[in-house]
């Protein structure tokens, strides 16, 4: 098995909250994620698009259990508000 072929390995954790956490490969998550988001766009529109439309983007991270509304609507003004992430 070479390197390239771990997905991920357990390293000490440096934060004091576990012994040990995991790392993952960058290949690993790039291919996980190109998987995760190939399925849903073929899901959803039938077919791989690219570029990936931000409303698909919207609608995949929406779609998790408990995820708040990415955008609302001002209703005093009538127009659409993105959600502070940080």
């Not at 956490?21 to 959803?44: G, M, N, V």
């Not at 698009?49 to 955008?71: C, F, H, M, N, S």
């Amino acid at each position: 098995m070479s390197e390239e072929d771990i997905e991920f390995e357990w390293i000490p954790d440096t934060t004091g909250r576990f012994r040990h956490r995991p790392w993952y490969t960058q290949a690993y998550l790039d291919e996980r994620c190109e998987q995760l988001l190939f399925e849903f766009l073929t899901q959803l529109y039938g077919q791989i698009t690219v570029p990936v439309p931000t409303g698909a983007l919207i609608k995949l991270i929406e779609r998790r259990p408990g995820a708040q509304p990415l955008r609302r609507s001002d209703q005093g003004r009538g127009r659409s508000v993105g959600r502070d992430l940080f």
